[in-house]
């Protein structure tokens, strides 16, 4: 019976991912003219990234600018590696965990980026320093509306730049050891037996990113009310997108990889073939949160003066338009 069904199975749908020559010879003109346009896209992702990182590196005082460098650099980076993942189908695992410790690096300086925002970790605990603050927030409380608030002080404060700073230590050292596996044969992702690596690597860094989102959030959640007039809450919202697109879509693709439901395509196997339309859907989708983070970081806004936060927690802010150059 298995020799009858394996006998109907093409061969190339249990080989490994083809190389990249194979994949540019099989190539027909509808599938040239795509990738074509995918790898211009992701050049033009990058280029645009480049010159925003001179702006930014021009117009915005020191550590900003490096904080921001880092966030605008997430999805042009992720678009990059996706392309070389495209045209080499066998350097997936290395460019997939190359953008996913450069965005657990972005992970942590939003936070960063927030706390920067309003001052600096000095002035950011001068003012909120004994004010109560919500955790019950997403990705892990945000149904425990029974939790009670927090007193902000300097040791919850670095409690919560750990939280974040961790999965950008840990993502990076486990990703390392992950290919180191990978290449002696041991770390496969669709061995999900329980002997297998991948079975105790992947949940634990599941769990990591959990815990790094939740500071992010909590501070956010506290916080955002008084960054309005700089945008926060798109930047957020961008940030937020590239997560869910990166990490939740890209599972959800490998999942019906390893069940089947993408169909294998010679010479690429259901796996090389999910991995494929991963990194294809990717490109499209970086390459337009690039266009949106330049409308978003290419841009002066007045700081956010310590008046106008006393004024806020007071309830008596008024709408202020901080908006003072604008550079398309």
Known sequence: MEEAINSTIDPACLQEPPLAIDVIKQLDV????????????????????????????????????????????????????????????????????TSNCYFAVVVYKVLVLLIEELGGSSLFLKRFSGKPFRINTGPCCCCCACLSRVPMSRGLLFWLKLGALQYAILKTALS?????????????????????????????????TITSLWPVAIIFMNTNVYLRSINIVPKYAIY???????????????????????????????????????????????????????????????????????????????PCHALVEHDV
């Not at 999805?75 to 965990?97: E, H, K, L, N, Y």
């Open 30 to 97: 509808f599938e040239f003219c795509l990738y074509s346009m995918l790898s211009f896209m992701s050049c033009v992702s990058l280029l645009l990234y480049l010159e925003q990182c001179l702006y930014i590196y021009k117009k915005m005082p020191y550590p900003k600018k490096t904080t921001l460098i880092w966030i605008t650099g997430a999805a042009p980076v992720i678009s990059t590696m996706s392309c070389f993942g495209m045209w080499i189908p066998r350097a997936v695992m290395i460019t997939d965990m």
């Open 176 to 208: 390392v050891l992950s290919i180191i596996l990978w290449t002696n044969g041991n770390f496969d992702l669709s061995d999900l037996e329980i002997t297998g690596m991948a079975i105790w690597i992947n949940p634990f860094v599941g769990v990591l």
């Open 240 to 318: 937020q997108l590239i997560l869910v697109l990166s990490q939740l879509q890209t599972s959800i693709i490998n999942i019906l990889a390893l069940n089947g439901t993408i169909a294998c395509a010679p010479p690429f196997s259901s796996q090389a073939r999910g991995s494929l339309l991963s990194q294809q859907m990717m490109i499209m989708e970086m390459f337009i949160l690039t266009l949106i983070n330049r409308f978003l970081y290419r841009r002066m806004y007045d700081p956010i003066l310590s008046e106008a936060l006393d004024n806020h927690q007071n309830g008596k802010v008024e």
